[in-house]
């Protein structure tokens, strides 16, 4: 379905998801960190699959993990903010930056 500009009425607009690309790597890095944290102090964050996995390929994995539930949050973060501060679509033909909901 086309997305009007409210400026112009042009047909152009394209979905810019800014904050969602940001906080989607920002979520990346800080699960990821958020692991390397909860190693340091002695936490676990899920549970090991099982005893033949090495302790490298476990961490790998836990960090993965980690880091793509961050960015699973960060993603929906960025959407709301992409939708509620930034404006999610811009306009190819004025430059207008608005919020529509079924981007
Ligand atoms: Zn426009």
């Known amino acids: 379905m086309p997305i ?10 394209t979905p ?3 904050a969602k690309t940001v ?8 699960g990821a960190a958020l692991y390397a944290a909860s190693r340091r102090n002695g936490i676990s964050i899920g549970k090991p699959k099982g005893r033949s996995i ?16 961050g960015c699973i949050t960060g993603a929906r973060l960025g959407d709301e903010i992409d939708l509620q501060v930034l404006g999610n679509y811009k306009c190819g033909g004025c430059g207008t930056s608005f919020s529509c909901p079924q981007g």
């Open 4 to 13: 009007n500009c409210p400026s112009c009425g042009s047909l152009t607009a």
């Open 16 to 18: 810019k998801a800014l």
């Open 23 to 30: 906080f989607s790597l920002a979520g990346a890095f800080a």
């Open 54 to 69: 090495t302790g490298i390929a476990d961490a790998v994995f836990r960090i993965a993990t980690s880091s793509a539930t």
